[in-house]
């Protein structure tokens, strides 16, 4: 008979089953067809070049908000589960931090979470390809699709060499036609680790969906993974979710005036004006 924490956990592993395959089902109806057609009016190159000046400061801005990060990662099959939830926020001298506002037990059996599996789902799940990064990647355009309202181009990338214990991505990426950012990807991060006696580490596809935040970046906010992973002894299927919410800009470029006129440093320190009242923007949905 199964226990009280054995039922919900078997219930939320259900409940994690049916929104993956609803999300893939309503992502697969609203994904157009791959046209091969070399884009108009800009090439490839000039593309590229532009999506990678844009992740830049896109990597820059993102570095100076808040959010909350939700992960789930679960073994089917044994109804193992690994889940933590942490907020990504800032101390009172401005240095990020992740507060751990959830984690239970793990009752994962047939994986375990490596460092390596922890940082990718910190660091490169929500996959960043900067000017700075370019060079290392063999960049190849495949095509335009449509991905909801925004038309893409479509670029398959792999990096020309695995350098060290270095880790990248290799896969699929689409790129908005008007903002020259990265909408979504597709892919996994490498190389897979296989170490002598038989430890190995592997890692599955996952897809990552990014929205536009404050009306000006697109930031990631789900990803999702549904894959088997080959070990030499067996098969594992795994499942993985996170999620990205709540981003809230850290600190402020608000300009303050005062009948009409800015004020500088100064005139602000010695304040006859009525401290400015602020009202965030929040993520659209």
């Given at each position: 008979?199964l226990s009280?924490?054995?039922f919900r956990?078997?219930?939320?592993?259900?409940?994690?089953?049916?929104s993956?395959?609803?999300?893939?089902?309503?992502v697969?109806?609203?994904?157009?067809?791959?046209?091969?057609?070399?884009?108009?009016?800009i090439?490839?190159e000039?593309?590229i070049?532009?999506?990678?000046?844009?992740?830049?400061?896109?990597?820059?801005?993102?570095?100076?908000?808040?959010?909350?990060?939700?992960?789930t990662?679960?073994t089917?099959?044994?109804?193992?589960?690994?889940?933590e939830?942490?907020?990504?926020?800032?101390?009172?001298?401005g240095?990020?931090?992740?507060?751990?506002?959830?984690?239970?037990?793990n009752?994962?059996?047939k994986?375990?979470?490596?460092?390596?599996?922890?940082?990718?789902?910190?660091h490169?799940?929500?996959?960043?390809?900067?000017?700075q990064?370019?060079?290392?990647?063999?960049?190849?355009?495949?095509?335009?699709?449509?991905?909801?309202?925004?038309?893409?181009?479509?670029f398959?990338?792999?990096?020309k060499?695995?350098?060290?214990?270095?880790?990248?991505?290799?896969?699929r990426?689409?790129v908005?036609?008007?903002?020259f950012?990265?909408?979504?990807?597709?892919?996994?991060?490498?190389?897979?680790?296989?170490?002598?006696k038989g430890?190995?580490?592997?890692?599955?596809?996952f897809?990552?969906?990014?929205q536009?935040?404050?009306?000006?970046?697109?930031?990631?906010v789900?990803?999702k993974a549904?894959?088997t992973?080959?070990?030499?002894?067996n098969?594992?299927?795994?499942?993985?979710?996170?999620?990205?919410?709540n981003?809230?800009?850290?600190g402020?470029?608000?300009?303050?005036t005062?009948e009409?006129?800015?004020?500088?440093?100064?005139?602000?320190?010695?304040?006859?004006?009525?401290?400015?009242?602020?009202t965030?923007?929040?993520?659209?949905?």
């Open positions: 008979m009280i924490n054995s956990q078997r219930a939320y592993l259900i409940l994690l089953l049916a993956l395959f609803l999300l893939s089902m309503r697969h109806a609203q994904e157009g067809p791959l046209e091969t057609a070399q884009p108009k009016g090439t490839p000039e593309i070049k532009k999506f990678a000046d844009k992740e830049t400061e896109f990597k820059q801005a993102r570095e100076q908000y808040t959010y909350r990060q939700d992960v990662v679960a089917p099959e044994d109804d193992g589960q690994y889940r939830v942490f907020d990504v926020v800032f101390d009172d001298k240095r990020r931090l992740e507060n751990v506002v959830f984690a239970p037990q009752s994962l059996q994986i375990q979470m490596s460092p390596e599996d922890l940082d990718d789902i910190r490169r799940l929500p996959f960043v390809l900067t000017s990064e370019i060079p290392e990647y063999d960049i190849l355009y495949v095509g335009q699709q449509q991905e909801d309202e925004l038309h893409c181009y479509v398959d990338i792999a990096p060499q695995i350098v060290g214990k270095k880790r990248y991505f290799q896969g990426i689409w908005d036609d008007r903002d950012q990265i909408v979504k990807t597709y892919g996994k991060t490498v190389p897979d680790i296989r170490k002598k430890q190995e580490n592997l890692f599955p596809k897809t990552t969906w990014r536009q935040v404050d009306g000006k970046y697109w930031f990631p789900y990803t549904d894959d992973l080959h070990f030499s002894t098969d594992v299927r795994i499942l993985e979710k996170v999620k990205y919410e981003y809230q800009r850290f402020s470029n608000v300009k303050i005062y009409g006129q800015e004020l500088n440093k100064d005139q602000q320190k010695n304040g006859t004006q009525q401290e400015p009242q602020q965030p923007q929040q993520p659209q949905k």
